[in-house]
């Protein structure tokens, strides 16, 4: 006999039976309500999501699609066929929710702090360092990028700043005659050497800077890989790159305080320094510091190389581009006082040259999207990107959008002329507060390397080359070319 038996056996009361019915009844319904209510709710955010697929294999999901050489576009182009802008997937790891609809990338760029947070994916993240800029929480992130942008205000416009980004370029170039390059690499080397310059103060011949530059090879390799750390695996090296390089930095900024940097003096490092000297709580910590440097280091010459090795490439295919940047430097060069060298005015000046940069930017998509976490359930358009979940703002099918640039895939630059684009249709600097502080600094380069380029050499290039998406853009042969200088 069961307690409850006994007790109504006990009282031998009917009301004992109605009252342990009542007892048991209520919970039961409660449960069954309560269940039925997630359910529903489940099945109404299930409705919500956007559409899409997460692949079949965990972890993994669909990144081997996407990540297939050349096979991003049509990755990205199916999906958004089969189910509308904004749709789920499973990418690097996670599920993510893609956005390749223009205004609604604009908006995810904007909403930086409030409804999203920068967040990029797990091998990106470790090798660039967990305080890389793009990983900073807001206050962090608004002091360094401060610094950044400080240290550029301070120089980039001024004479030195831009003689010496020139020489470095027309150095490397007259280094080119009569003879074949690979030119992916070479201008890797090239625009390290001027990103190292002008953010830390290193020279081309200083012991660090060139084994930073092999180092760095060593590291892009990784930065978007399968994030094993088991020897032979990409990511594996390029963990062991970037505790070489950390030393390296540490040791740098060490020797820079023992030296007390110059207040005059405005690099990057130098305005880091300042930051975690006068932060008294150590908000600013060494760690952020060093992987500040890292990582902008990166971003200030991996992306300008690949925009100038599109240069030569689309230089070579197109003629009539070419004779018309002539023109146009010429023109520069003879405005150019005698005995001096180009200035900020000369490079506003470069009207057709600014519409190649970007038309290069375009069709290159060197940037393909940004990635966000949403900070909280984010509604858009009857559709929910619900908190916490991974987002991608994708702008590449943007910038090949048919309606907004005819015949997307033919490199036409005078397409740039008078041009009005509404908001998202062209952000290859990204947008809102992270918005690239560099790009700026990365358009002088490219237009400066134009001036050079053009005036002086002639180029062929000398075998066929593709170029490959997996999913970042880079030449499956390095873009071999023989350069001679023009007589
Ligand atoms: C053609 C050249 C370049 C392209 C296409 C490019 C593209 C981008 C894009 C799309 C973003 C936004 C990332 C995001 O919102 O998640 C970004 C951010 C950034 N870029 Fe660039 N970039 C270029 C050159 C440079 C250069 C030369 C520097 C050197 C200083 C630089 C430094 C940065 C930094 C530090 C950020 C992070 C900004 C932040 O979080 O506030 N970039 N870049």
Not at 107 to 133: A, D, M, T
Not at 207 to 228: A, V
């Amino acid at each position: 006999m069961t307690q409850l038996q006994l007790l109504c056996s006990f009282t031998g009361s009917n009301i004992c039976w109605a009252f342990l019915l009542a007892v048991l009844t209520i919970p039961i319904y409660s449960l069954l309500l309560l269940m039925s209510n997630i359910s529903r709710k489940g099945a109404h955010l299930h409705q919500l999501l956007p559409p899409g697929s997460q692949g079949w294999l965990p972890i993994v999901g669909e990144t081997l699609e996407y990540a297939r050489p050349n096979q991003s576009l049509s990755f990205m182009q199916r999906r958004v066929r089969r189910y509308g802008e904004l749709f789920q997937s499973h990418l690097f790891g996670d599920r993510i929710i893609v956005s390749c609809n223009p205004k609604t990338n604009h908006f995810i760029c904007q909403h930086e702090y409030k409804l999203f947070k920068s967040s990029y994916p797990r091998s990106f993240v470790s090798i660039l360092g967990e305080k890389n800029v793009l990983a900073l929480p807001k206050e962090l992130h608004k002091k360094v990028r401060g610094a950044l942008l400080s240290s550029f205000a301070s120089s980039l416009r001024t004479k030195e700043y831009i003689k010496d980004i020139s020489m470095t370029i027309s150095r490397t170039l007259e280094q080119w005659d009569g003879r074949v390059i690979c030119v992916q690499d070479e201008l890797a080397k090239m625009a390290y050497v001027v990103a190292a310059k002008r953010l830390l103060g290193l020279n081309e011949h200083d012991p660090e800077c060139q084994i930073l530059q092999t180092l760095y090879f060593e590291l892009i390799k990784g930065l978007i890989s399968i994030p094993i750390n088991f020897p032979g695996m990409a990511y594996h090296k390029s963990m062991r790159a970037r505790t070489k390089i950390a030393k390296i930095i540490d040791d740098m900024i060490s020797k820079r305080k023992a030296a007390h940097c110059n207040p005059l003096s405005q690099d990057f490092m130098d305005a880091l320094i300042k930051l975690e000297e006068e932060s008294s709580d150590a908000f600013v910590t060494r760690e952020v510091t060093r992987d500040s440097i890292l990582s902008v280091l990166f971003a200030g010459h991996d992306t300008v190389s690949k925009a100038m090795t599109c240069a030569v490439k689309y230089l070579s295919d197109n003629a009539n581009v070419l004779e018309m940047l002539k023109k146009e430097h010429i023109r520069i060069e003879e405005q150019v006082k005698e005995g001096e060298d180009l200035a900020w005015d000369d490079y506003k000046s470069m009207t057709f040259s600014n519409n190649v940069v970007s038309e290069i930017l375009r069709i290159t998509n060197i940037a393909p999207g940004v990635f966000r976490d949403a900070v909280e359930d984010v509604d858009i358009d009857g559709l929910r990107i619900p908190k916490g979940c991974k987002v991608m703002a994708y702008f590449t099918l943007n910038h090949l959008d048919t309606s907004k640039f005819p015949d997307p895939f033919q490199f036409n630059p005078w397409r740039w002329q008078d041009k009005s684009l509404s908001e998202g249709t062209f952000m290859p600097f990204g947008g809102g507060p992270r918005l690239c502080p560099g790009n700026d600094f990365a358009k002088l380069q490219i237009c400066i390397f134009l001036h050079h380029l053009v005036l002086k050499y002639r180029f062929k290039q000398i075998e066929e080359d593709q170029i490959l998406y997996s999913p970042y853009i880079h030449f499956k042969r390095g873009l071999s070319t023989l350069f001679e200088t023009i007589q």
